[in-house]
T-cell receptor
Framework: ETGVTQTPRHLVMGMTNKKSLKCEQHLGHNAMYWYKQSAKKPLELMFVYSLEERVENNSVPSRFSPECPNSSHLFLHLHTLQPEDSALYLC??????????????FGEGSRLTVL | AQSVTQLGSHVSVSEGALVLLRCNYSSSVPPYLFWYVQYPNQGLQLLLKYTSAATLVKGINGFEAEFKKSETSFHLTKPSAHMSDAAEYFCAVSDQYTNAGKSTFGDGTTLTVKP
């Protein structure tokens, strides 16, 4: 495996379900991110884990819960979602600190549909 | 605070014609600037980046961009469009003083290439 991998690639869930999105990076980076990409809306940064510090976007509803057990793995736990949460969820990683060039490496995304 | 404006949400060119995608930025500190490309059902991939070295930056797939501080612009060009260039293109800005991975993205420009 190389780069940033996301699973599942597609997920359909009901509003009462609980599911999780998984992201794994094989690049040795020390920061990971969740972005939300909705149709006709700008890319939205949801959560950042950088050097083991979590930074949140305060506008993200609590029905989205991130987890970062180590620098290579990132999860997004989903519960009681709404249809408007249907979107492409993108995971990214980067190297912050001394060798930081600001470049983000993205996974292929998890396409979420909430019924 | 930083911001990015991409002029034109849709650009259509003929195969073999010049591609010009416009990006203007706002930043209170020296910026890092990026162009990413997203093909259908995929994540974003870095095309090129400017991090305060040469102002004319060459990227993958024959694309290049020029950083013009006086115009606060970072337009993306390619001399001759290929059908395979059809995709969505995102301009992004960050800087070296904050977590440079927290890029601010533009709304994106969809490039269509006509045969």
């Amino acid at each position: 495996e190389t780069g940033v991998t996301q699973t599942p690639r597609h997920l359909v869930m009901g509003m009462t379900n609980k599911k999780s999105l998984k992201c794994e990076q094989h690049l040795g980076h020390n920061a990971m991110y969740w972005y939300k990409q909705s149709a006709k809306k700008p890319l939205e940064l949801m959560f950042v884990y950088s050097l083991e510090e979590r930074v949140e976007n305060n506008s993200v509803p609590s029905r989205f819960s991130p987890e970062c057990p180590n620098s290579s793995h990132l999860f997004l736990h989903l519960h009681t979602l709404q249809p408007e949460d249907s979107a492409l969820y993108l995971c990214a990683s980067s190297q912050v600190g001394q060798w930081d060039t600001g470049e983000l490496f993205f996974g292929e995304g998890s396409r979420l549909t909430v019924l | 605070a930083q911001s990015v404006t991409q002029l034109g949400s849709h650009v259509s060119v003929s195969e073999g014609a010049l591609v010009l995608l416009r990006c203007n930025y706002s930043s209170s500190v020296p910026p890092y600037l990026f162009w990413y490309v997203q093909y259908p059902n995929q994540g974003l991939q870095l095309l090129l980046k400017y991090t305060s070295a040469a102002t004319l930056v060459k990227g993958i797939n024959g694309f290049e961009a020029e950083f013009k501080k006086s115009e606060t612009s970072f337009h993306l060009t390619k001399p001759s469009a290929h059908m395979s260039d059809a995709a969505e293109y995102f301009c992004a800005v960050s800087d070296q003083y904050t977590n440079a991975g927290k890029s601010t993205f533009g709304d994106g420009t969809t490039l269509t290439v006509k045969p």
